[in-house]
């Protein structure tokens, strides 16, 4: 085609809503055209990207014995009450009503509609394996779209799926699935980790992100730099601290602290290393009856390490608070601890709570806690002689630089800092977003 007859829609500046380079780039090089909030126009040099991008999915996958088909973006809402991901989607998940008033979803993936396809053809185990994929439309209804393409509300997906005869044949097509995307980005030339991945509302068991290292984006990772461990932030284990706990030195006390309502402020105040400080988290579960009224609510005190944040994937995962929780009403907290925030601790409470401490708190002597008492905290606590040993341990924590890894890559030094990654790819039977 000649170059009259082409359709170049170039720009002198990015658009001031443009934060990333790549952002900037695809727009002012006319790739894309922004139509709304997280929603583009592919103009046709970006097009001609992404079908160059497909025609290598495509070659891989048919390499690795999938097959493909589509499925449709609108979807009976049926399919979606029946596993009961209509209400545990949340708000991400687009929900219409056709011009009868039936339900329909526009779909972020399609585990249920593939699912359906599958149990009215598949009669015996002898027509299995199959692992069938589609490059389709997804939507979104992301709170805040942003970074381009990056955090689009509507993108382009490659999903597969495989249907196994038992959990050893599953295995197999997954180890073939994750071999095809290594395959995929290394045809791309990029620079990926595959990462542990928690499974989200997919499910599931085993779960891998292929993530890219970039500069720009939401993902923090973690790894080795001499094994191939790697782990999203939100699935990488903090092991328990090895060796005995510390004898008590010193004697319990309540100190002032005036108008220092933070485990830095305190440490600072104190002259005290801030790993020796305790912050505590407070969290509420419901319980409500057949009308959806609650009839009991239990409060959760967590105690992690002052230089430590909470890591809410594994907190959902405690026995207890794995059904649901949220945080605690600044009413809730004051009835149970007497004070607002800034002094809490699990010393001289007014109501009893439940008690779940990091597995770093609990190898602690001699810590330093709110005493539930404005501009007051508690020096010189310990495990065993001011508060009983600790009943419920677990990890409840990010990892940080220089943790030791998880035994599986032992041999390892400990892991690097968290990285930024631009893009994220999750291997089969789950779904991937190129």
């Known amino acids: 085609m000649k170059a009259s007859q082409f359709f170049i829609s170039t720009l002198k500046e990015a658009p001031a809503d443009a934060e990333v380079v790549s952002h900037q780039l695809m727009t002012r090089a006319g790739m894309i055209k922004k139509l709304g909030a997280g929603v583009y126009s592919y103009m046709p040099m970006g097009l001609r990207v992404i079908r160059k991008v497909e025609a290598i999915v495509h ?3 048919n390499r690795a ?3 493909e088909m589509t499925m449709p973006v609108i979807q009976p809402a049926e399919l979606w009450q029946e596993t009961g991901r209509f209400e545990k989607m949340g708000s991400e998940l687009l929900r219409i009503k056709d011009r009868h008033g039936r339900d329909f979803v526009v779909q972020p993936t399609s585990e249920e509609v593939i699912t359906d396809v599958m149990r009215q053809d598949i009669k015996s185990y002898k027509q ?8 389709q439309t997804k939507f979104h209804d992301e709170r805040r779209p942003r970074f381009g393409l990056m955090r689009g509300r509507e993108f382009t997906m490659k999903d597969a799926y495989s249907f196994d005869r038992d959990q050893a044949s599953a295995k197999a097509s997954y180890q073939t699935m994750a071999q095809a995307y290594r395959r995929i980005f290394d045809r791309f030339g ?3 980790r595959a990462v542990a991945a928690d499974s989200g509302a997919i499910g599931g068991d085993l779960s891998e992100e292929f993530q890219v290292i970039a500069a720009t984006g939401e993902d923090a990772i973690v790894y080795c730099p001499t094994s191939d461990y790697a782990a999203n932030m939100e699935k990488a284990e ?4 090895q060796g005995t706990r510390k004898a008590a030195s010193q004697t319990l006390t309540k100190t002032a602290t005036p108008g220092k309502a933070t485990c830095a402020d305190v440490a600072e105040l104190l002259g005290i290393p801030l790993q020796t400080t305790v912050k505590s988290l407070v969290l509420a579960t419901d319980q409500t009856n057949e009308a959806g009224e609650v009839i009991k609510t ?3 005190l967590l105690l992690l390490r002052g230089d430590h944040d909470m890591n809410e994937v594994k907190v959902s995962k405690v026995p207890g608070l794995d059904a649901g929780s949220r945080f605690a009403t600044l009413p809730e907290i004051e009835d149970h601890f007497g004070c607002k925030p800034g002094y809490l601790g699990p010393l001289n409470l007014k109501k009893p709570v439940k008690l779940v401490v ?4 609990s190898a602690l002597a001699d810590w330093v806690c709110g005493a539930n008492e404005t501009d007051f905290h508690t ?3 310990n495990w065993g002689r001011d508060l009983p040993e600790p009943e419920l341990v677990a990890d409840l924590r990010n990892v940080v630089a220089g943790d030791p890894p998880p035994p599986t890559a032992r041999a390892c030094w400990p892991l690097n800092a968290a990285l930024k990654s631009a893009m994220s790819f999750t291997s089969a039977p789950n779904t991937a977003r190129p």
């Open 298 to 300: 239990q409060i959760w």
């Open 59 to 61: 070659e891989e996958m």
């Open 65 to 67: 014995g999938a097959i």
């Open 190 to 192: 990029l620079t990926y």
């Open 379 to 381: 020096t010189g606590v």
């Open 358 to 361: 990091d597995r770093e708190v």
């Open 238 to 241: 903090a092991l328990a601290p």
């Open 128 to 135: 299995l394996p199959k692992n069938l994929y589609q490059i």
